[in-house]
């Protein structure tokens, strides 16, 4: 296992595997057998391109030997901040083949952000596209290179600028060129070594064992990629998942979805969130050999005709997007005869709005409370209504372990409120290299603590009420309330900072910040003043504040802490 990972003790291991959650597949050998079983059957739709199972083999296969060809090596990091295009998979599966894990980064993340997991993963490149949604990555690409010195490469989709275009590597090596021709243009040289040699080095290296056994190739209980967790803390930390662990979770979810080789599933969410990645999302969906359409706008204007023309059949939405939709769909009256499924989670949905998904969209619903963690629940296709609408359904696998405890870890009774814990075969152990932190956030026989309050019915579905991580969830989007205090604290002006949910009726909650200035400054704060402070450290824009408020003191609780309770009390009276 990778160092700073935490492995399932080998009684736990033992049973994943006696039990078949694990298979023993990784990746690599997942894609290879779907290219042989559904060839030229389409894999994804993006733009204009249709990209076969054959060809998406073929063309992982060609890129890992590029990535391979500058140096990029087993159980290097990657940082991969994509938007929804088929790079993204052509990405991922090249660095699974290779055994280099992808560092999901999300395509609004900024210079603080990818610097920071760009630093602490110790990422060897850093790929991106030239420019997506109005922003220009490599100038992103040109802030972060300069403060992360483990960066060699930064790989663009499109035009590169100086950097590398990720096209070359689809074309390398060639008898024995390699690094040439792409030298040459003045591309490709690795940023921190500038004659580039120690890239031509591995790849001579790399080309002495012809035997085949050049990729010694990633076991399937090796670490596959580090996914970024919704947070609580400080500083953002990193899930790593397996081969095998995540591949579960893949099967089950198809399973559950009812998924095979005529669904077609829309991307309508940035691929890189676990959900429409996992659950069962793209790799789900290429795991039952269905096809996967691949939207760069999630507004019903551009997602509808699209859906239409390519016949979609599942689609996955958080609950701000689910309001827009149902609204939109009321006025349209969209014609989605092959729609069956529409899943919604990410954040609580609530029942009323659920109540309206069949008859205005024609199509089941399904509620997904998962995390990137692990543990993803779903009401099943068959559940009752009642259900369906009124509860975030039920673990997927029968190994998973949940308990509902109160605050001294007692299980509470049946049906009472309490805190989820969860342990399981798609469940970390610990997050990567965070000893101190994993502590606290499991227990000391591997429960995750989920920082969810949650209720279970009496057929066993959860129900979610509530949450006593310090988090704020924006519509689906997570925000570490401590991480952006952190940053406020910085401002030369501010004596202290508290960062709390307020309602929102469409995001569900938003970021209040609460602001003590300091009484010996001479600056004269605005909350404008705030935010583009933030903006200026490279926060990304999820996690500027919605509102700041100015305040004396904070209130405190009976320990003297700040009384984040009282503080959002605060907010909802000056909503009114
Ligand atoms: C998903 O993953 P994350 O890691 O972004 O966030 C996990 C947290 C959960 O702990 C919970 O607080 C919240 O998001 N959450 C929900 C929810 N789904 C997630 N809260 C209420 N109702 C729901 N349906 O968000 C995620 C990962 C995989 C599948 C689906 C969602």
Redesign the pocket.
């Known amino acids: 296992m990778l160092a700073g990972c935490s492995a399932w003790p080998e009684a736990f291991a033992e049973k994943y595997r006696k039990e078949g959650c694990w298979s023993g597949e990784t990746f690599g050998e997942l894609l290879r057998k779907r290219a042989k079983a559904h060839g030229e059957r389409i894999a994804i739709v993006s733009g204009e391109r249709r990209i076969s199972y054959a060809e998406l083999d073929a063309r992982a296969d060609r890129l890992a030997e590029g990535l391979l060809s500058i140096g990029i090596q087993q159980r290097d990091r990657v940082v991969v901040q994509l938007p929804n295009i088929a790079e993204f998979f052509e990405v991922i599966f090249a660095l699974f083949r290779i055994g280099a894990l992808p560092v999901f980064a999300l395509p609004l993340h900024r210079r603080n952000e990818i610097s920071y997991i760009s630093e602490f993963s110790e990422a060897k490149a850093y790929i991106i596209a030239d420019q997506d949604a109005g922003f220009d990555y490599r100038e992103l690409a040109r802030e972060v290179i300069r403060e992360v010195p483990s960066l060699r490469y930064v790989l663009v989709t499109g035009e590169p600028g100086e950097f590398t275009a990720l096209g070359e590597l689809y074309l390398m090596p060639q008898e024995g060129n390699e690094a040439n021709a792409v030298r040459e243009r003045g591309e490709g040289v690795a940023l921190n070594e500038p004659d580039g040699s120690k890239a031509r080095q591995v790849k001579r290296q790399a080309d002495d064992k012809e035997d085949g056994s050049r990729l010694e190739g990633p076991s399937s209980e090796d670490v596959a990629f580090l996914q970024l967790?919704?947070g609580t803390t400080g500083l953002p930390k990193l899930i790593p998942r397996t081969h095998d662990d995540y591949i579960y979770s893949l099967r089950l979810s198809a399973e559950i979805c009812r998924l095979d080789e005529n669904s077609v599933y829309f991307t309508a969410l940035p691929a890189a969130?676990?959900?429409p990645l996992s659950?069962p999302g793209v790799l789900g969906t290429l795991y039952a050999g269905g096809r996967v359409v691949l939207a760069r706008g999630a507004s019903p204007d551009e997602a509808f005709p699209l859906m239409v023309r390519e016949r979609v059949t599942i689609t996955a939405l958080v609950p701000p997007l689910a309001l827009i939709w149902l609204d939109a769909a009321e006025r349209l009256q969209p014609e989605f005869p092959h729609l069956q499924l529409l899943q919604v989670?990410?954040?609580?949905?609530s029942a009323e709005a659920a109540a309206r998904v069949r008859s205005t969209l024609g199509c089941q619903l399904q509620?997904?409370?998962?995390?990137?963690?692990g543990l993803?629940n779903y009401t099943r296709l068959d559940d009752p209504d009642e259900i369906i609408v009124s509860t975030?359904g039920r673990p997927m696998s029968p190994w998973d372990e949940i308990r509902v405890v109160d605050d001294e870890d007692v299980e509470v009774q049946p049906g009472e409120v309490g805190h989820l814990l969860t342990r399981g075969p798609y469940t970390i152990r610990g997050y990567y290299k965070a000893e101190e932190h994993n502590a606290k956030a499991f227990t000391s026989d591997g429960f995750y603590r989920?920082?969810?309050l949650v209720r279970i019915d009496s057929v066993g579905n959860l129900i979610?009420e509530g949450?006593d991580k310090d988090q704020i969830?924006r519509g689906?989007e997570?925000v570490a309330a401590e991480e952006v205090e952190n940053h406020l604290l910085a401002h030369p002006g501010i004596h202290d900072a508290a960062v709390v949910a307020m309602a929102d009726d469409y995001l569900g909650e938003r970021t209040c910040a609460f602001v003590i200035p300091k009484p010996t400054s001479n600056l004269m704060l605005s909350g404008a003043q705030v935010k583009s402070f933030l903006r200026g450290r490279g926060l990304a824009s999820f996690k500027i504040p919605d509102r700041v408020e100015f305040i004396d003191s904070f209130p405190k609780t009976k320990v003297g802490k700040v009384s984040k309770k009282a503080l959002r009390g605060l907010i909802a009276v000056k909503q009114r």
């Open positions: 967790s919704g969130h676990n959900y659950s989670g990410g954040a609580k949905f509620q997904v409370f998962g995390m990137a963690e993803v975030q989920t920082g969810d979610v949450r969830n689906g997570k």
